[in-house]
């Protein structure tokens, strides 16, 4: 199995979204409820197979006042970003190929198996 290798940039607009730009040139960007719902933790695929069953299941409210935003990310080792959120949520470690993996610009895209 290869290793998706490190980003060439990573940019966070704490109020919007992470983008990256990968070792092949191509861009990807996750807003920050995406990355928050699609976290990698336990807890979130739990309840994202939750969502799958039963489509009334939502994201636990926070009880924070005001919009999710991310309040920090950092590097782990070469391999990964952690991003804390507003609400808490900070167990989730976004390694490169799993970030890659859930690029929503090509989530809709069936048979997309170009990247190598």
Same mark, same amino acid.
């Given at each position: 199995m290869n290793q #998706?290798?490190?980003p060439q940039s990573l940019d966070l607009d704490k109020q919007k979204g992470l983008s990256v730009r990968w070792h092949d040139g191509e861009e990807s =960007?996750? %807003? $920050?409820q995406y990355l928050r719902r699609m976290s990698p933790s336990a807890d979130m695929r739990q309840l994202r197979e939750e969502m799958q069953t039963n489509p009334l299941v $939502? &994201?636990?409210d926070s009880g924070s006042s005001g919009? &999710? +935003?991310a309040t920090n990310? #950092? &590097?782990v080792g070469r391999y990964a970003l952690r991003v804390t959120f507003s609400d808490g949520h900070r +167990?989730? $470690? =976004?390694?490169w190929d799993y970030l890659r993996s $859930?690029? %929503?610009q090509t989530q809709d895209k069936p048979g997309d198996t170009a990247r190598s």
């Open positions: #998706e290798p490190a =960007f996750y %807003p $920050i $939502i &994201l636990p919009p &999710l +935003t990310a #950092e &590097l +167990t989730g $470690i =976004f390694s $859930i690029d %929503p």
